[in-house]
């Protein structure tokens, strides 16, 4: 694992669900460089236009815009940006699969496990540079 990279990360992290969020973001960010979050897809998207980052996380199902929805936004704008989705659904739903066929990154089961996610971000980095 890249520790000393992961620590130069700065990341978009777009999650509805209040403790979740909170609790995952108190995790990464005393691992990353910079976690910046988003409450559900249209504020995500927004951050992403208004931003720089080095990886995107975010949930499906969000009220306003859905991550799939912001996914396909974002991928209009860059297409190499690392990408994972949180999800309780694994990759047999179908819009996980649709994801894929876009360049989603990677994803990680809910509840989320912050070591998982470490995992699976320094895999997408990896996989990226």
Known sequence: MNIELIKTLKVLYVEDEIILRDTTCNSLNSILKEVVVADNGKEGLEKFKNDTFDLIITDLSMPVMSGTEMIMAIREINKEIPIIITTAYGSQNL????????????????????????????????TNS
């Open 95 to 126: 819009e996980v699969q649709e994801l894929a066929k876009v360049n989603m990154t990677d994803y990680v089961m809910k509840p989320v496990d912050v070591m998982k996610l470490v995992e699976t971000i320094d895999k997408a980095i990896s």
